[in-house]
Structure formats: C-alpha cells, structure tokens
C-alpha cells in the first residue's frame, strides 16, 4: 500500500504511462555479426533517438544514410518492429523512393542472414543496390526513403 492507502503498481502505472498514447520505442540493438566500432555505435544511438515512435504491431524501415560506390548505392537503415514478439525475415522487396513517390530503385533481399529480430527492437543493416536496381536516372543525397514493397495477393 502506498501513502494513500492505493495499491502500490509503479511498475505497472509506468507501462500504463508508456503505452497511453500507443506510442512504442524500440531498443537500439546489432547483429552479432557486425564488428562497429564505439564511434559507429554513438552514431546509431544518435539516429535512434530521433526516429518517430512507433504504433503496437508495426514493421517499420527508416533510412539512415546513402553511400555511393562506383554506380551502386549503399543504404543503412533500421529495422523496427513494435510487436511484442521476435520478428524473422525471409525475401523482402525493398523500393527507394524520392519525396514525391517516386520509384528510384527496386530490390529484392534475402533477410534471412539478419536472423531474428527481437521484441521491440530497432537493427542497423545495409542494403546494396547495385546499378542494375537503380530504375531513376539518379538517386539525390537527400530527400529519399526507403520501404518495403506491399504486394497484393
């Protein structure tokens, strides 16, 4: 009992808090695969913290940062989900588009590698798009997203 004679539920009032207004944030995680150094790893945390929360339920891709390489683009994104469960992926298509829609390239992943991605969680990962992917005579700096193509069945 609390001073007030009301059932002492901290912990649960805090959840109840959290979860007001369906808002979910992640947890920064890596792949055990990847070797990042302490200044990579305050990167990530920097765009982490800025990222939008979430709703319940969600599966979320959120561009980070475009690296070129010859004629193929690099893209570092994370991985989000707010289910409350681990999330595993197997082929995903994966579109760049500009701020009006528009296609810019177009790959499909094998995201198998990435293992399962934990409850709740937010992962970096890399995505090659090779000159071959890339539909739009050019890819801007910036002013481009990232997304999974939905595909109607």
């Known amino acids: ?12 009032d805090v959840h109840n808090l959290a979860n007001h207004d369906d808002a979910v944030h992640t947890v920064l995680m890596f792949h055990q695969g990847w070797d990042i150094s302490k200044q990579e790893v305050y990167v990530y945390k920097f ?66 590698e990435l293992g399962e991605l934990p409850a709740l969680s937010c992962m970096p990962w890399r995505f090659l798009f090779e000159a071959g992917d890339i539909l739009a005579e050019s890819i801007p700096d910036e002013g481009w997203k990232i997304a999974f193509e939905w595909k109607r069945k």
Not at 77 to 92: C, H, M, T
């Open 1 to 12: 009992m609390s001073l007030f004679g009301k059932r002492d539920n901290a912990a649960s």
């Open 47 to 112: 765009h982490h913290q800025r990222l939008p929360a979430l709703k319940p339920n969600q599966i979320s891709i959120s561009g980070i940062k475009l690296t070129r390489v010859e004629d193929d683009v690099i893209i570092e994104a994370f991985l989000r989900s707010s289910i409350e469960k681990a999330v595993s992926f197997d082929i995903v298509d994966l579109l760049l588009v500009d701020g009006d829609g528009k296609f810019l390239a177009k790959k499909t992943f094998d995201l198998s």
